[in-house]
């Protein structure tokens, strides 16, 4: 029984902006040990996440686009009084519930054909950490 | 230490259904052989969810309703480019965070008295397929 | 390899607040004996939520107000047919997906910085129970 972990750092360009990750998460399952068992994925932030659906440019607009509808940027969130403007991000973290565990199988990770890792950073242009545990048997 | 895992496969006549699952997760928790850990469900797809709530069947109906205010049909998504016409069910897995994990005491899932396990099915009327992953001390 | 259990238990004054909990949860992971692994952190409930964001007091009232507005409290949702009155804590539960994963490395919570986690009660003023589960290696 085996606990591996690494820590990814993202500095992305654009404040907002979906990163895929898919083949970086499978590296290091590769490199854990781990033949079967989980793998956590997690931002160490409150404004990003990590998420799985489709790699297909039209939906990653679609997403961001929703994420704005349901979790709009706004002047005036109560946090922003502590000099802050990133109040959206925050919710935008929750709606997308910012990690998400994967199923490890034969040393690899047990993915249906289209679903995709990503990194979601709402506030970026800054470096930030995500932690990538993998847990399970040898 | 153990780690068990199933794959079952739903196919729904309606293309959105709400499928309850409980029993067939328990029946894999008894077989894992795992007696304390964590059970993890997951679609292996992009257009589902597993979701935890009341088996109660108008609350059924408000999530669904729910969820279809919240992530709506529309006709105009990016994503129909490709030729799907599927862009609120990717909306609808994202918000309900496709994948759930659950406590596994004593052998059995350590669920409180309303807590059932629920496939939410957004793009049906053919074969999905759901991984379910127990881990944990035998 | 370990897993540990403990069952915390809630009764908030008010029908819906957030608890502040990573040092109730930081202390189980102590006495757990775990020292690399995941700790799982679910409510046992169906109108509640476990969720990771800042311990800031302009935020949490920004989280309120938005969980408000997307799951809004409403009259006439068909859950109500029941003599219950609570659809939109269902509602609110599924929207910050009631359950969190937490990492563990060197026998403590491994968060960054900001990452506090809190329990969500949309339906309190009564005994709520939480399960708090640690599996990993010693």
């Known amino acids: 029984m085996k606990s591996y ?13 979906m990163v895929h990750i898919t083949d970086i998460v499978e590296r290091i399952v590769a490199k854990s040990g781990v033949r079967d068992g989980l793998c956590f994925v997690s931002p160490m932030h409150i404004t990003a996440a990590v998420y799985v659906n489709d790699h297909e440019d039209g939906l990653i607009e679609d997403i961001a686009e929703w994420l704005e509808t349901v979790a ?10 502590t000099g802050e403007d990133n109040g959206d991000a ?9 990690e998400t565990t994967l199923p490890v199988t034969n040393g690899r990770l047990d993915l249906g054909t289209w679903q995709r890792v990503f990194y ?3 506030d970026g242009q800054r470096k930030k950490r995500v932690i990538v545990k993998v847990l399970g048997v040898e």
Request: proline residues 6%; without cysteine; charged residues 35%.
């Open 5 to 17: 972990t690494e820590y990814l750092v993202f500095e992305t360009k654009k404040r907002k902006e």
């Open 72 to 81: 709009p940027v706004r002047p005036n969130y109560r946090h922003h009084r």
């Open 90 to 98: 925050h919710l935008k973290s929750l709606l997308l519930h910012h």
């Open 120 to 122: 979601a950073e709402f």
